[in-house]
């Protein structure tokens, strides 16, 4: 009999799953195994059960394409993750009815293709000897057992674009420009994108920032002559006085967003400056993957076939460069990897004059603002004035 591998992708999408996905069939055809797509992410695993064979014709162009042809979702009745560490155990039925359509099918080995939540997933399976290997698919990048996750790169890509795009409209207005980024609670596309495209502020979950910090950045930018600012905040980037923006849901994971109008709000009214806000959302999970992203994902697909022709299951396909090592899932989803704040890219940016919030000024630069820094115990209108006067005061000399 044919030896045949199944694929589904589940969670959210983002750039490079197609090329997953071709990976995979070129791999499996190379070796004269069928292959099967799985739509809907796990739903398609059990009734109604949901696949199509993947072919050379259906597969043909898609690699440069965003998206999933297969479908996918981050809801349904296989959610596994309720927050960070909150995860749940799949129903048994669910279970007894996935390995029921893997014996039906023949399928010697599934390659479930997503994040830490979709992992979780199959883990279990792997627990209740569903032969699975996992992908690591992500724009957070926040798989702690592998150097990159496929989408991270075009997601930076799209918001590198976004900054350079409005640092031309807040030079020509004179403004501060907030721009929200996705990454949940791990700050490195606010990172990576904030250097790339010139932010002045970085924002991340993993540093502790202040609004006073902030607003002396703005106010020591205009001191040089730098009239506007680019601000960058992680959607996770917790308020200096606790608690990340979202939305609660009972049962799913919080839906994170917002803090980026909370940042704008709270500099104009601190300032009196206008500050504008711009949320890029999904854009950042749409589009073409990049040429990285490219060959990351075709690799992730033909190394996970590999490790089922080896029967190396409960494993997930990790870039370790120069190499393309594995790990057990367990320990892929064990804790998520968030940014250093002594790290080399968050050193490397405090060197270019990168604020990120957690200090004031006068420890970066100069000295302007120590007067205002002293005054901290005052409210924050006696701080800003404070910070005006020795604004006036270098000006003038």
């Known amino acids: ?20 996905i071709r990976g995979v069939y070129k791999s499996c055809d190379q070796l004269g195994y069928d292959c099967v797509g799985f739509l809907k992410g796990f739903e398609g ?24 042809i297969l ?3 981050n809801k349904g009745r296989f959610a596994a993750v309720k927050g960070v560490d909150d995860r749940v155990e799949i129903a048994p039925h669910l279970i007894e009815g996935v390995k029921e359509t893997v014996k039906q099918l023949g399928i010697d080995g599934l390659i479930c293709v997503g994040g830490d939540g979709s992992l979780a997933i199959a883990q279990q399976f792997h627990e209740n000897g569903i032969p699975v290997v996992g992908v ?54 606010a990172l990576h994108s904030g250097i790339a495209g010139g932010g002045d502020v970085i924002l991340l979950p993993e540093i502790e920032w202040s609004y006073d910090n902030v607003c002396h950045k703005i106010l020591h930018r205009e001191s040089q002559g ?29 839906k994170l967003g917002g803090v980026g109008r909370t940042v704008a709000e709270e500099i104009e009214r601190r ?34 076939v590999r ?5 190396r299951f ?61 005054n901290t115990a005052g409210s924050g209108m006696q701080l800003l004035e404070s910070a005006e006067s020795e604004l006036e005061a270098a000006l003038s000399n």
């Open 314 to 374: 409960g494993e997930m396909i990790c870039s370790r460069p120069p190499d393309m090592t594995s790990v057990p899932i367990l320990e892929a989803v064990h804790k998520i990897r968030q940014v250093d704040p002594q790290g080399a890219a968050v050193k490397a940016a405090r060197a270019l004059g990168i604020s990120f919030g957690d200090r004031s000024a006068e420890e970066a630069s100069n000295g302007v603002f120590v007067a205002a820094e002293k």
């Open 45 to 68: 695993l059990y009734d109604p059960v949901q696949y199509k064979h993947l072919t050379g014709s259906n597969t043909r162009g898609i690699l440069s394409q965003g998206g999933t």
């Open 1 to 20: 009999m044919t030896k045949r591998i199944g694929v589904l992708t589940s969670g959210g999408d983002c750039p490079g799953l197609n090329a997953v």
């Open 136 to 189: 690591p698919k992500t724009i957070d990048n926040d798989l702690s057992a592998t150097a990159f996750t496929f989408g991270f790169d075009s997601a930076i890509e799209c918001a590198t674009d976004a900054l350079d795009r409005l640092h031309t409209t807040a030079a020509s207005h004179e403004r501060i420009m907030v721009l929200e980024v996705m990454g949940r609670h791990a700050g490195w596309i």
């Open 226 to 254: 730098k009239k506007f600012t680019l601000v960058v905040v992680a959607e996770g980037a917790e308020l200096p006085e606790g608690g990340m923006v979202g939305e609660h849901r009972d049962g799913q994971q919080v």
């Open 71 to 73: 479908g996918s979702t």
């Open 271 to 304: 300032l009196h400056r206008e500050a504008r806000l711009c949320v890029l959302g999904h854009l950042q999970r749409g589009g073409k993957p990049t040429t990285f992203d490219r060959v990351l994902a075709t690799q992730f697909g033909a190394h996970a």
């Open 307 to 311: 490790l089922i022709v080896e029967g």
